[in-house]
C-alpha cells in the first residue's frame, strides 16, 4: 500500500493585512510625475519664421533659453523647426516654443 500524501498548508497572503485606504480623508487628488499634458495649440505652430531667423527657444527643454538660427522646417503633425544653438548643437524644436529675436538695425 502506497504512502499517504501529507496535505499541504499554505500561509496566509501578506496583503491580507494591509490597512483599507481612509475614504474622504484627503480633497487634494495625487497627479503622477509621469503624467503628460498635451498642448493642442502646438498643432497649429507659429507663422512669421522662415529659415535663417534667429529665435530664442522657450519650453522646459533641451537648450531651453539659448540663442539659435532656423536651419529647416520639419512638417507633421505638429510643425517644428530645425534650429543650431551658438554652441554649435542643432535639435528639433516645436515652432510654439520658438521666440524671434529682432533684428538689431
Do not use: W
Not at 502646438?42 to 507663422?47: C, K, L, N, V, Y
Not at 534667429?54 to 540663442?67: D, F
Not at 510643425?79 to 529682432?102: H, Q, S
Request: aromatic letters at 4%.
Amino acid at each position: 500500500m502506497p504512502a499517504r500524501k501529507r496535505k499541504v498548508s499554505y500561509p496566509a497572503p501578506r496583503t491580507a493585512t494591509r490597512p483599507q485606504p481612509a475614504f474622504g480623508g484627503s480633497e487634494t487628488t495625487h497627479v503622477r510625475p509621469t503624467v503628460v499634458s498635451i498642448d493642442l495649440a502646438a498643432r497649429t505652430g507659429q507663422s512669421g519664421l522662415s529659415i535663417g531667423d534667429r529665435v530664442r527657444i522657450l519650453g522646459t527643454g533641451l537648450y531651453a533659453g539659448e540663442t539659435a538660427a532656423i536651419e529647416g522646417f520639419a512638417g507633421g503633425a505638429v510643425p517644428a523647426a530645425l534650429v543650431r544653438t551658438e554652441a554649435g548643437r542643432a535639435r528639433r524644436v516645436r515652432t510654439i516654443d520658438l521666440e524671434p529675436i529682432p533684428r538689431e538695425a
